[in-house]
C-alpha cells in the first residue's frame, strides 16, 4: 500500500493493489435463520436452510462451504456467517445476498413423540461482511480503526469532509 499526503488540505489518498476478479470464497451473514435462546437447535436450523438452498445454488454453481455462528459488526448482532463457494468449471462471481432467499422454514422433528412436524417460518435479512464506519475498511470495525489517532505533521486528518460522522 501507498499512500501521498496534500500538506496544504491535509488530505491523505491511499492506493492499493486491487484485483478485478471475484474471490473463490465469498461470505455472507444471515441474520434470523437462528436466533439466540431459540426452542430450535441451532444444527436444526442449518440443516434446513441447507436442504432448502441446495437445488437453488447449485443451479447458479454455488455451493455452501461452511456455516457458523458469528456476531456481526460493531453491535454484535447475533447472525450466521455462510462461506459460498463455486462448483469445479463455474465462472467465478460476486454473488450478491438478495440471490438467496428472504424466508425459510425450520423446526423441531417429532416434537414429543408425534408423528407431525411443526415447522416455524423465518425471515432472514443477509448482509455484507461489516465494514469500520469511519475508513470503508474491510479489515477491522469502527472500534479499532487506527484512522482517528494518527497525527501528520501535527495535525489529524478530516475523516468526514462533509460533517457526517
Known sequence: MRGALDPISGTLVLFRFWLEGSYPKQRVFAIG?????????????????????EKSLAATGVQILGMKQALYGDTNIYSTE??????????QFLFHPNLLPKRIWTGPR????????????RNVEYRWPAKCRTCE???HLSAACPWPNIEF?????????DGSS
Open 153 to 161: 505533521g501535527g495535525r489529524k486528518p478530516n475523516l468526514h469532509p
Open 33 to 53: 435463520i437462528h436466533r439466540e435462546n431459540d426452542h430450535i437447535p441451532y444444527d436444526v436450523a442449518v440443516t434446513d436452510f441447507r436442504t432448502q438452498m
Open 82 to 91: 455462510i462461506t459460498l463457494g463455486f462448483t469445479e468449471g463455474t465462472i
Open 137 to 139: 475498511s474491510e479489515a
Open 110 to 121: 417429532n416434537r414429543n413423540g408425534r408423528r407431525k412436524v411443526r415447522y416455524v417460518e
